[in-house]
DNA sequence: GAAAAAACCTACCCGGCTGGTAGGATTTAC
DNA sequence: GTAAATCCTACCAGCCGGGTAGGTTTTTTC
C-alpha cells in the first residue's frame, strides 16, 4: 500500500510553488533541478494539477507555473486526489462514491461485505490526515527545517 | 493508492475464521469455496497469517484452520500487516522505522523533506483506522448483515 | 521577424510486481 | 494405505508505474 511517485513529486512541486512570490510564474524546469526531478516527467504531473484548477499557468518565454489559491485554502486531499486520480484503499471503491457498506465486486455469499467496512475506515483515515493538512503548513514546515547554508567551503 | 488482493482475501479469510467455532479447524477448501477464492493462491495468504502467528494449524485429514486469539483481541492493523508487509504511505517509509521526519531517500537541496511530514500523518491515519477496529466488529457486522436464506426457491 | 524559452501534447517503452498456476512433498485421520 | 488436508517452491503472464522521446504551440526578447 504505497502512494505513486507522482503523488510525491507532484506534492514537492506544490511545496516549491508555495516557496515562491504569488502570481510569479516559475519554471518547470527550475524546479525540476531544485528538486533534482526529471523535467519531462514533471510536466505530466504538472498537468494533473492545472487540470485540477490548483495551479495556474503561463507559456512562452518567462512563462511557468504559480498557485491558482493562496496555500491556506490548499487542503492536501485535493493535491493528492488530483495526483492520483482517486484515494481509495481498495479498487472497488474508486467507482462507488455512495457510503453504502456494500462490496460492489459481488453478493458475497449472501451477506454485507465485511471488508468494506474496515477498508471505508481506512479511507475515512486517509482523507481526514489529507483533509486537516495544507500546503501552507508543508510550506512553513520546509522553512523551518531549511537548513542555513555554511558560509564557508 | 490502494492495498493489494492479499489485504482482501486475507481480512475475509479471518473473518470466516471468526465466525467458525473457537479452537476448532475449518479448512482452506471450505473458505475458497465459500468466498470463491483460489485455493492455491489463499495457500499463500494464510500462510503469512500463520507466520505473524494470528492463526493455527492442523495438517492432515480434518485438519485446517482457526484463530490463535479470540477476535475482540486482534486489532485490523496486525492482521493489514502481516499480510501487506507493511503499512507505509511511501516507499522510503518501508525501510525507516524511526519517527524522523527526515526524507531518507536524498538530503533534499538542503532543507527537511516537507512531503514526509504529510506522509507521516497520512500512515498515522491509516494506522489509527486500523488499530482500533477489531476482528471481532467485522465478524459481528458480517453476522447482522447476514442475509436470511429464502425458504423457498 | 528570428530565435529562444517555455508550456503543452502524445506515443512509446521497459522492468518489476501482482495475482495467480503447477506440481509436488508431508502429515494425519479413518 | 488412501484420502484429505497443510505446506513448500518454482514459475509465469499481463499490467502498470515511471519514465523517455520528440514533437507543436505560444510568448518574449533582441
Sequence with gaps: MIFSSKAE???????????QVPEHP??????ADAEGLPLAYL????ARL???GLVMSARGAHGGYWLARAPEDIPMSE?????EGSIAPMEC????????????HEPDAGRGCATKLLWTRVQGGIL??????????????????????????
Aim: contains cysteine; hydrophobic residues 45%.
Design 128 to 153: 481526514r490526515s489529507l483533509q486537516t493538512t495544507t500546503l501552507a503548513e508543508l510550506v512553513e514546515f520546509s522553512r523551518r527545517t531549511e537548513r542555513v547554508p555554511t558560509a564557508a567551503a
Design 26 to 31: 516559475t519554471s518547470l524546469k527550475a524546479i
Design 9 to 19: 513529486y507532484g506534492v514537492r512541486l506544490m511545496v516549491e510553488l508555495g516557496r
Design 43 to 46: 510536466e505530466q504531473v504538472v
Design 79 to 83: 493535491v493528492v486526489q488530483a495526483l
Design 50 to 52: 492545472r487540470k485540477a
Design 93 to 104: 471503491f474508486v467507482h462507488d462514491h455512495t457510503e453504502r457498506v456494500l462490496c460492489s
